[in-house]
């Protein structure tokens, strides 16, 4: 008889790493799927940081970690911290985890409780709503449509807040919208949070080298709040290390102890030869880094002048990440064959099995009206899911 808690039983499974397994399968079966459904760099590794990985083992990094992280990693954290966002933090302040995934869940479960309001501008990371739900906090959302480049406005803000409002997630660059808040609006969005001390901000910076207009802002800059931000960062994706998992958290001493004791109990630190691995990232060449963003701001130019040319998608040039997140809904009501659609989830099934392209629906970011796809992969496998797209599209009455 299946048991599973209520708590286990109100929680989704995550759809970007479903529509990734779906598309696997298929292709275990000999189909010639196109993936461009989980978000994860294409690129291996840098090689200097495999070595220091395999150094860690040979040095025989393979007791435990401390809970928080090596303190030449928090070290680390602190100096990238202040040399590339001018930010002072004291390795006290560093939490070190398995992936950014982890630091935000972290966060949450250390400040929510039952029934406080988590304030989530959508369209939004498909984890977040999931894991304020297993805080047991309750999902506030803002809309943010494409017409305002899927952004809030300091008033959207102001007006969903209330004395329940206990933390805010502002993720920038943005998966799923690949939108960047620039420095003024970051700044009209402190000055609201300004006004409202209980509030904690968790700024979700992962994507904060993947951006392709300038350098990236962060909301913890503005001293009037800087002492309830949480930056949630790591090496997933600026360094192609996804694999690895090792995120963290620079965060006021109070949350960075409580994810502490949190961690303490229920994963410990993370994996040594990864964190060794981070420290390689972290403090050798950075030149990796510039020429994977080269290659995802060509792709972004690519997929999205093919996509515009799609006809029922309307798109948005994106600042950041390496996402395309089009507005589908003209094309629901339409069907074609077996296939009617109604929603971008029936879109994505439809081009999974007409076009063999794994993209993810909307619906799981808060936005049922888009379409997610990853542009983290080849050049030539982007322009054959794009023709194999619109090939299908053309087919729907
Ligand atoms: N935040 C966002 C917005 C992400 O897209 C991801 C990638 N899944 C994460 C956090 C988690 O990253 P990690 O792989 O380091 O856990
Ligand atoms: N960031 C990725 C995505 O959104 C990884 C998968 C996940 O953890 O959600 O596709």
């Not at 943010?144 to 206990?166: N, R, Y």
């Not at 990864?274 to 972290?282: D, E, W």
Request: aromatic share 10%; charged share 20%.
């Amino acid at each position: 008889m299946d048991q599973v808690s209520a708590r286990l039983a109100s929680l989704s499974p995550s759809e970007t790493l479903a529509m990734s397994q779906k598309s696997n399968e298929l292709k275990a079966q000999g189909f010639d799927v196109i993936n461009l459904s989980v978000g994860e760099p294409d690129f291996f590794t840098p090689d200097h940081i495999k070595q220091a990985a395999k150094k860690a083992i040979d040095d025989n990094f393979s007791f435990y970690s401390p809970v928080p992280g090596y303190m030449d990693l928090r070290k680390a954290i602190c100096a990238k911290l202040k040399n590339e966002n001018g930010l002072e933090y004291a390795p006290e302040q560093i939490i070190v985890s398995n992936g950014a995934k982890q630091s935000v869940c972290n966060t949450l479960l250390s400040i929510i409780g039952a029934g406080d309001e988590v304030i989530v501008p959508t369209p939004a990371w498909v984890s977040y709503f999931e894991m304020v739900k297993l805080a047991d906090g309750k999902n506030i959302i803002i809309k943010a449509g494409i017409e305002q480049d899927f952004k809030i406005t300091p008033e959207q803000l102001e007006s969903v807040i209330t004395p329940a409002t206990k933390a805010l997630i502002l993720c920038s660059p943005s998966n799923p919208t690949g939108s960047v808040y620039s420095k003024e609006e970051l700044k009209g969005l402190a000055d609201v949070l300004a006004k409202y001390p209980k509030i904690i901000i968790i700024a979700d910076e992962i994507y904060e080298h993947i951006n392709y207009i300038g350098k990236h802002e962060s909301i913890a800059q503005f001293d009037n709040i800087k002492d309830r931000v949480v930056i949630v960062n790591g090496v997933s994706k600026a360094y192609a290390m996804t694999g690895w998992r090792i995120g963290y958290i620079a965060a006021p001493l109070w949350i960075a102890k409580a994810c502490n004791k949190l961690q303490g109990q229920y994963t410990s630190g993370a994996s040594s030869i990864a964190q060794k691995a981070a420290v390689a990232a972290y403090t050798g060449p950075q030149q990796c880094v510039e020429e994977m963003r080269l290659a995802f701001d060509r792709r972004r130019k690519l997929v999205y002048n093919l996509a515009k040319e799609i006809p029922g998608f309307k798109v948005n040039m994106p600042d950041g990440a390496f996402y395309l997140f089009p507005e589908v809904s003209s094309l629901f009501g339409k069907s074609y064959d077996k296939w009617v659609i109604n929603n971008s989830n029936d879109l994505a099934m439809y081009l999974l099995e007409k076009a063999l392209v794994a993209t993810v629906g909307g619906n799981a970011f808060g936005a049922p009206e888009c379409l997610r796809f990853s542009y983290a992969t080849s050049d030539e496998n982007l322009v054959e899911a794009m023709k194999r797209i619109k090939e299908a599209i053309s087919l729907l009455k």
